[in-house]
Nanobody, 126 residues
Framework: QVQLVESGGGLVQAGGSLRLSCAAS????????MGWFRQAPGNEREFVGG????????IYADSVKGRFTISRDNAKNTVYLQMNSLKPEDTAVYYC???????????????????WGQGTQVTVSS
């Protein structure tokens, strides 16, 4: 069982930056791939990016590539999402999620993840 708690959301102007954190409980954090998803009102939950269990591989949605960076600290059981050059269309509730490591791929769909945090709101004003 893994419990995830996101933090770091808030209100920021377009062009600004935020860093989200996701703290995980349990001793097996380093065996999970981690993903970030977001969901805006009326929209489906969409993949933002993911990082492999070791931290050696990352993958991003085209909409955030070059602006967002995912990292993790397995010693602290924490994964981060650094968001730069934020746009109003980035406004959403952001969720972190944990998936049993597939070793060779990082899952990009919500149904592939086993555990979810409660979400943190990010609002980007124009």
């Amino acid at each position: 069982q893994v419990q995830l708690v996101e933090s770091g959301g808030g209100l920021v102007q377009a062009g600004g930056s935020l860093r989200l954190s996701c703290a995980a409980s349990g001793r097996t954090f380093s065996t999970y791939d981690m993903g970030w998803f977001r969901q805006a009102p009326g929209n489906e939950r969409e993949f933002v990016g993911g990082i492999s269990a070791s931290g050696g591989r990352t993958i991003y949605a085209d909409s955030v590539k070059g602006r967002f960076t995912i990292s993790r600290d397995n010693a602290k059981n924490t994964v981060y999402l650094q968001m730069n050059s934020l746009k109003p269309e980035d406004t959403a509730v952001y969720y972190c999620a944990a998936a049993t490591s597939r070793v060779y791929i990082i899952v990009v769909v919500p149904r592939g993840y086993d555990y979810w945090g409660q979400g943190t709101q990010v609002t980007v004003s124009s």
